[in-house]
């Protein structure tokens, strides 16, 4: 055994609770290699990093059977302190790994308890903060930088403990756009130095094509797929069942080639330098070939076609500032009415303004200035807890409001408290439960759901109250891609049977392609854009100001418009329409 | 809302103090109000003191309303503190008001009484002392300058974490409460229009409950962060941020040392007095 690497010999994981996370697992990495582990929600990818850190059994308690190896070492054997000196770990969540009051105290923390002495110690922090891009940020206080800071912070201070084995679970889950784009060109460098094998768990299969060496994927904690990115990506329907998200430009670039009447075949070259760029070429390759045609009719961009409805949300000249040291203007002069029945996305980095302007609309923020109209009506000084009647908004997350015993419960608690008599509250309980697909769950304790089901069933809690319009805030953090599209389904539903409205706040682009017809793009407290869905993601430019990127097919669309493709195509779904094989 | 004991980041003399400084200002204030107040005569002594914080706090250029929660739990204690005591103090003969008539011993406990008002007061002032010494410490020193300082004064290293953890998780706390107040109020479950018997019945079970099953997790994922960054690794950890003693730190223990000798002597001399009028 090589002292750099790992090996996971046969392993299988049983928590205390008698719940089984790994089955039969057996992985090796060369030193220097990058590892990457796909799969859903509850896969086992958390408890594997875990298990080669030495949380399980340290932290988490359980049965293992099977051989671990991390740098020629046992980690069960060993106390985390003396695991930690040749294995770091950077968690999801950049909150709770940050306790040190300055960035560079941050990065000390980790070799000061390892009593390396303080200038090999302020040395390496000094190295960390520029590889990570954090000069200038030394003493700053780590919890008032944005969230793309704070995980490369988190990163820093693991990078200072000179791990020679780094395990990175879901780093990019709970950050914005350009969080995430930070945090993977930190990783891009670490890969490129290749002085630590790296283990990174994901569910932004986008992000990984060109990092992965070897891509393992976990299915209900077995290994169904493991190879180089090629071998892997070239089975799309395996890795469908298991609720794997396949890249965007890969998806189109099989199915156009189905349709062609090919078989895609692709180097691992060609898996790392795919984009928007060599699936346009490739594309427009096969219709010169005559292998596809593009369909004479343009598909129609999807205009929202309700300006005879009437207005459910107004915001006029709202202005909304953060009382502070100097106050925080949040939102400025901005002005948007939603008209009943539309499915608006809202997009925009953290810190644009989406989120305030959402609590204005449910009346948890009062303006500063300007009018928040609902229905036509003032909600200035309208209460709170009458607005929940009105407009329903689900949080990111969902523990902040599960308390109670059972599903059932917990949705009777909003009902309770509008005043709905019980025999009518139990028949919603029951509608609701049914219309989210938990109506097993009835009698379940929410905390002991998955986090998909959990948000579900703040969903349902929140449409049982019979709202008028829906708003849901980022639906997509944390989220596998299956857990994704449910909520948005959800909310398809709800606008489409119940001819509700829809606003969704997300970071990801290709689910709101798909699902909003309208685009409301934040920037810096205002409405940088607004308008149709396609008309929004072809302002390319005012997009990049605000650091967003249309969707893949949204540009590999623009691409072919030579040969006919009409540029209001955002979703693969829509591009491919426009395409047919001509196999001969 | 605003967030006591948060540390402020303020380039002012008083953040510049060295951590142990202020600790020792903090333990002259303890000895201060531990000391009995037995005539109203004595409260010179903490008043005194008082003063000489506000002074401490003006040059901390730490802004007033970032007490306003600090402020509102004190004025509340304040309230209930003259209340009781102005009600059940037994040496209390001065009524003020007489709610209603209830027989406790030989005390009607359904009056107020100018004497227990004042014994309620000297109490406040002297909580209002302390509350005015500790959070000058936490909130004009990071957490690393806490570290280092209990480190000095030989605190063991896990009950030196263990205060520094609960500072950074009292921030923590209030940002879990707010996001759940909200979460209930989007569910129509408005406690600000609560009245208190109402709130104290039905309000703190789903605020409360979701908060300690947050709390739980988040202590989970924290000892994560610790552990794989080698905390429980024996010994002293090594010191990265020193901080030697400057001048101006031996001033201030001096001013410290003055002040406090000056109350004592002042104390002593109001005993001297007292005793001698009998």
Redesign the interface.
């Known amino acids: 055994m090589e002292q750099s690497g790992f090996e996971l010999d046969n392993v299988t994981f049983t928590y205390e609770d008698g719940a089984q996370a790994l089955s039969n697992i057996s992985l090796k990495a060369r030193p220097g290699e990058f590892i990457v582990v796909l799969g859903a929600n509850g896969a086992g990818k958390s408890t594997l990093c875990f298990l080669l850190?030495?949380?399980v059994p340290?932290?988490y308690g359980g049965k293992r059977s099977g051989k671990v190896q991390v740098s020629g070492r046992d980690p069960w054997d060993d106390?985390?302190?003396v695991?930690?000196?040749y294995?770091?770990?950077l968690?999801q969540?950049p909150?709770?790994?940050l306790?040190?009051?300055?960035v560079?105290?941050e990065l000390?923390?980790?070799?000061?308890?390892?009593?390396?002495?303080?200038e090999t110690?302020?040395e390496r922090a000094e190295q960390a903060m520029e590889l990570l891009h954090l000069k200038g940020l030394e003493r700053r206080?780590p919890?008032d930088l944005s969230g793309g800071q704070k995980q490369r912070v988190a990163l820093g201070?693991?990078l200072t403990?000179r791990p020679r084995l780094l395990v990175l679970d879901e780093p990019t889950s709970q950050l914005d756009p350009v969080g995430r784009w930070e945090v993977v060109d930190a990783i891009h460098q670490l890969k490129s130095a290749g002085e630590m094998t790296i283990l990174m768990t994901t569910h932004e299969t986008d992000d990984i094509l060109d990092l992965a060496d070897q891509v393992v994927v976990l299915d209900r904690g077995e290994i169904i797929l493991s190879g180089s990115p090629a071998e892997v990506f070239s089975q799309p329907e395996t890795l469908r069942a298991a609720g794997i998200k396949i890249p965007d430009a890969l998806d189109i670039l099989i199915q156009a080639d189905q349709a062609a009447g090919q078989k895609t075949i692709l180097s691992d070259e060609q898996i790392r330098t795919m984009g928007a760029d060599s699936v346009g070429k490739s594309l427009a390759a096969l219709i010169q070939q005559g292998r596809l045609e593009v369909l004479p009719q343009p598909t129609p961009a999807r205009l929202s076609g309700r300006n005879d409805q009437p207005f459910a949300l107004e915001a006029h000249e709202v202005t909304y500032q953060y009382p502070g040291?100097p106050p925080v203007t949040a939102l400025q002069n901005i002005n948007l009415a939603v008209r009943t029945g539309e499915l608006v996305g809202i997009v925009g980095q953290n810190g644009s303004g989406k989120s305030t302007l959402v609590?204005c609309f449910?009346g948890?923020l009062r303006p500063t200035s300007g009018e928040i109209r609902v229905e036509g009506q003032d909600i200035q000084k309208v209460?709170?807890?009458?607005m929940?009647?009105r407009v329903?908004?689900v949080?990111q997350?969902p523990?902040?409001?599960?308390?109670t015993i059972s599903s059932k419960e917990e949705i009777l608690?909003?009902l309770n408290?509008?005043g709905i008599p019980i025999e009518e509250a139990e028949k919603r309980v029951l509608e609701v439960l049914r219309w989210v697909d938990l109506e097993k769950e009835i009698e379940t304790f929410p905390?002991r759901m998955s986090f998909g089901d959990r948000r579900k069933l703040a969903v349902a809690?929140?449409v049982a109250?019979d709202p008028k319009v829906l708003i849901f805030d980022e639906p997509t953090t944390a989220q596998d891609h299956r857990g994704r599209y449910q909520l948005a389904e959800i909310a398809r539903r709800f606008r489409d049977e119940q001819g509700r409205t829809v606003l969704m706040i997300t970071h990801d682009m290709d689910l709101i392609a798909r699902y909003a017809e309208r685009l409301v793009v934040m920037w810096n407290g205002k409405i940088l854009l607004d308008g149709p869905t396609a008309q929004v993601f072809s302002e390319k430019e005012a997009l990049e100001r605000s650091f967003l990127h249309p969707p893949v097919a949204a540009e590999v669309a623009r691409s072919l418009s030579r040969y006919g493709v009409p540029e209001t195509v955002v979703t693969p779904e829509a591009l491919l329409a426009c395409l047919r094989g001509r196999v001969d | 809302m605003q967030i006591p004991f948060r540390?402020v980041?303020r380039n002012s003399i008083i953040h510049r103090l060295h951590p142990l400084v202020k600790t020792f200002y903090v333990v002259l204030t303890l000895l201060v109000i531990l000391a009995p107040i037995t005539n109203e005569r004595f409260l010179v002594v903490p008043i005194t003191w008082l003063v000489m914080s506000i002074i401490l706090w003006i040059l901390a250029k730490i802004?007033f309303s970032r007490f306003s929660t600090l402020i509102k739990l004190l004025l509340g204690t304040f309230a209930f503190l003259i209340l009781v005591q102005g009600c059940t103090y037994r040496m209390g003969t001065t009524v003020i008001i007489e709610l209603f008539e209830l027989q406790y011993g030989e005390t009607n406990i359904g009056a107020l009484k100018l004497e227990g008002v004042l014994y309620g007061a000297m109490l406040c002032i002297r909580i209002l002392t302390a509350a005015s010494s500790l959070p000058l410490l936490v909130m004009t020193t990071?957490?690393?300058d806490l570290v280092n300082a209990f480190r000095k004064l030989r605190v063991p290293k896990v009950a030196t974490f263990m205060i520094?953890?609960a500072l950074?998780f009292t921030?923590?706390i209030f940002e879990?409460w707010d996001?759940?107040m909200?979460?209930?109020?989007?569910?129509?479950?408005?406690i600000?229009?609560m009245n208190l018997f109402t709130r104290l019945r039905r309000a703190y079970?789903?605020i409360v409950?979701?908060l300690v099953?947050?709390l739980f997790?988040?202590a989970?994922?924290?000892?994560?962060?610790?552990?794989?960054?080698?905390?429980?690794?024996p010994?002293d950890?090594?010191?990265?941020?020193?901080r030697p003693f400057t001048r101006t730190d031996v001033v201030m223990i001096l001013i410290f040392l003055v002040v406090f000798a000056a109350t004592q002597v002042v104390r002593y001399y109001i005993s001297a007095s007292l005793a001698a009028t009998g």
């Open positions: 850190s030495g949380v340290h932290i106390p985390m302190y695991t930690a000196q294995c770091g770990v968690l969540d909150e709770v790994q306790f040190n009051p300055s560079i105290s000390a923390f980790g070799p000061s308890n390892l009593k390396v002495d303080r110690i302020l206080n919890r201070a693991v403990m040291y609590k449910v948890l209460p709170v807890g009458e929940a009647r329903g908004m949080l997350n523990d902040y409001q599960l308390f608690f909003g408290n509008i905390f809690a929140t109250l | 540390y980041d802004e990071s957490s690393a520094v953890s950074s921030t923590l879990m996001n759940i909200n979460a209930q109020k989007l569910r129509a479950f408005d600000d229009r079970v789903p409950t979701p099953l947050l997790r988040k989970n994922d924290f000892q994560i962060a610790l552990e794989t960054r080698a905390f429980g690794t010994g950890p090594t010191e990265v941020e020193q």
